[in-house]
């Protein structure tokens, strides 16, 4: 009996042993579910704060196209803000040059990039790099090893590189330029990474289209600004010179012209315009499309200054002085032009009644004596050369 009850005691703490086993087994495997499942968590929400770091750099890179204008500013904002929110330790951005056979660098974020620009570092299209490759072909170019790469440039400045992507840059069907991404890591491109950083170089294509058409714009007003500038300035030129009368006086007694040019101060002559001297004079410039037509010339009868306001009602009537003085002109030149053209139609009529050639020119001369107010008008044969 105490032998039987020695095995059964046997094989219950056998058996105990084996639940323990059991359990821990049990217990061990669910531990490592737990970690396992703790580690997918962590890296769910690690690709959940890359996925928002990288809409966070999208909205970012948006924001920016939509509030700088300038190519100059806009390129190394873009390659900084790719940079922090995705990692990679350098971006770039390339642009064709006129030729279309180089892209050249001209922005990054990182201090290599800083001395390849200083140096106009270029890549020529079609024949260097992964760069030449994407601006020639218009396919984005992926480097997960750049030591396995036979397209990869080595650039000395970037000697951490060890993964490289360049997406092209289009405007329209053309490409003009590419996004330049490096990393130190291998295989640091994720399909994300790809899918994300080709939004951006969308975006960029589209920021570098509408600043370049800014810039357009910018000359061609500047241009037509200019041009405006010069007809003014020789319209009123003439204007000068085909009247004698060269301004007008108003005072007390009432409003005289002026046939002859005053003596102003050096401030009429533009010198100090706006500025008041010491006999309480003011001369503001009378000013058309940036250029000055004239002066208007006010004389305070008190020796006493004149206060801002007075100032500022002096130069607002300068203003409209100016756009009057214009619409003036203009009429008197639409009329003298109307005149014209009815004085041409008139002759025009008359010698094509006439079918005689001599009685067609005798006809010309004289109607053209009677408009010009001339004493004489000859029409005078010359020679062809070559014609007998």
């Given at each position: 009996?105490?032998?039987?009850?020695?095995?059964?005691?046997?094989?219950?703490?056998?058996?105990?042993?084996?639940?323990?086993?059991?359990?821990?087994?049990?217990?061990?495997?669910?531990?490592?579910?737990?970690?396992?499942?703790?580690?997918?968590?962590?890296?769910?929400?690690?690709?959940?704060?890359?996925?928002?770091a990288q809409f966070e750099a999208l909205a970012l890179v948006m924001q920016?196209i939509s509030s700088v204008r300038d190519l100059q500013q806009l390129l190394?904002?873009?390659?900084?803000?790719?940079?922090?929110?995705?990692?990679?330790?350098?971006?770039?951005?390339?642009?064709?040059?006129?030729?279309?056979?180089?892209?050249?660098?001209?922005?990054?974020?990182?201090?290599?990039?800083?001395?390849?620009?200083?140096?106009k570092h270029r890549l020529r299209v079609g024949e260097e790099g992964i760069?030449?490759?994407?601006?020639?072909?218009?396919?984005?170019?992926?480097?997960?090893?750049?030591?396995?790469?036979?397209?990869?440039?080595?650039?000395?400045?970037?000697?951490?590189?060890?993964?490289?992507?360049?997406?092209?840059?289009?405007?329209?069907?053309?490409?003009?330029?590419?996004?330049?991404?490096?990393?130190?890591?291998?295989?640091?491109?994720?399909?994300?990474?790809?899918?994300?950083?080709?939004?951006?170089?969308?975006?960029?294509?589209?920021?570098?289209?509408?600043?370049?058409?800014?810039?357009?714009?910018?000359?061609?007003?500047?241009?037509?600004?200019?041009?405006?500038?010069?007809?003014?300035?020789?319209?009123?030129?003439?204007?000068?010179?085909?009247?004698?009368?060269?301004?007008?006086?108003?005072?007390?007694?009432?409003?005289?012209?002026?046939?002859?040019?005053?003596?102003?101060?050096?401030?009429?002559?533009?010198?100090?315009?706006?500025?008041?001297?010491?006999?309480?004079?003011?001369?503001?410039?009378?000013?058309?499309?940036?250029?000055?037509?004239?002066?208007?010339?006010?004389?305070?009868?008190?020796?006493?200054?004149?206060?801002?306001?007075?100032?500022?009602?002096?130069?607002?009537?300068?203003?409209?002085?100016?756009?009057?003085?214009?619409?003036?002109?203009?009429?008197?030149?639409?009329?003298?032009?109307?005149?014209?053209?009815?004085?041409?139609?008139?002759?025009?009529?008359?010698?094509?009644?006439?079918?005689?050639?001599?009685?067609?020119?005798?006809?010309?001369?004289?109607?053209?004596?009677?408009?010009?107010?001339?004493?004489?008008?000859?029409?005078?044969?010359?020679?062809?050369?070559?014609?007998?």
């Amino acid at each position: 009996k105490a032998e039987a009850n020695e095995h059964a005691q046997v094989e219950a703490n056998q058996e105990l042993r084996n639940l323990q086993a059991s359990l821990e087994q049990r217990v061990e495997e669910r531990t490592t579910e737990l970690t396992q499942r703790g580690m997918e968590l962590e890296y769910a929400n690690m690709q959940v704060r890359r996925r928002a770091a990288q809409f966070e750099a999208l909205a970012l890179v948006m924001q920016t196209i939509s509030s700088v204008r300038d190519l100059q500013q806009l390129l190394p904002q873009i390659t900084t803000v790719i940079s922090e929110k995705f990692g990679f330790y350098h971006v770039g951005v390339f642009l064709l040059d006129e030729p279309r056979q180089y892209a050249v660098l001209s922005a990054a974020n990182s201090e290599g990039g800083g001395k390849m620009i200083e140096r106009k570092h270029r890549l020529r299209v079609g024949e260097e790099g992964i760069v030449g490759y994407a601006t020639s072909t218009g396919e984005p170019r992926i480097a997960m090893d750049v030591g396995k790469d036979p397209v990869y440039f080595n650039s000395p400045d970037l000697p951490e590189t060890h993964s490289e992507m360049a997406l092209p840059l289009r405007s329209g069907n053309q490409i003009v330029g590419a996004l330049d991404v490096q990393s130190r890591e291998i295989g640091a491109f994720r399909d994300e990474d790809i899918q994300m950083l080709s939004l951006l170089a969308n975006q960029v294509s589209l920021a570098i289209e509408n600043a370049r058409l800014f810039d357009e714009t910018r000359i061609a007003l500047t241009e037509a600004e200019a041009v405006g500038r010069q007809v003014t300035r020789e319209a009123w030129g003439r204007l000068s010179t085909e009247q004698k009368l060269v301004g007008y006086r108003y005072s007390i007694t009432g409003t005289s012209p002026l046939n002859e040019p005053i003596n102003l101060t050096e401030t009429a002559r533009g010198k100090g315009q706006g500025k008041q001297m010491e006999v309480s004079q003011v001369v503001v410039p009378i000013e058309l499309r940036g250029e000055t037509i004239g002066n208007l010339v006010v004389q305070s009868p008190s020796a006493g200054r004149l206060n801002q306001d007075q100032l500022d009602l002096i130069k607002a009537v300068a203003e409209r002085v100016a756009l009057s003085a214009e619409n003036a002109r203009l009429f008197e030149e639409t009329t003298r032009r109307a005149e014209r053209e009815r004085l041409v139609s008139d002759i025009t009529g008359r010698i094509r009644s006439m079918n005689d050639p001599q009685a067609m020119i005798q006809t010309a001369i004289e109607e053209l004596r009677k408009a010009l107010g001339a004493t004489r008008v000859e029409v005078i044969p010359q020679a062809i050369k070559g014609v007998e």
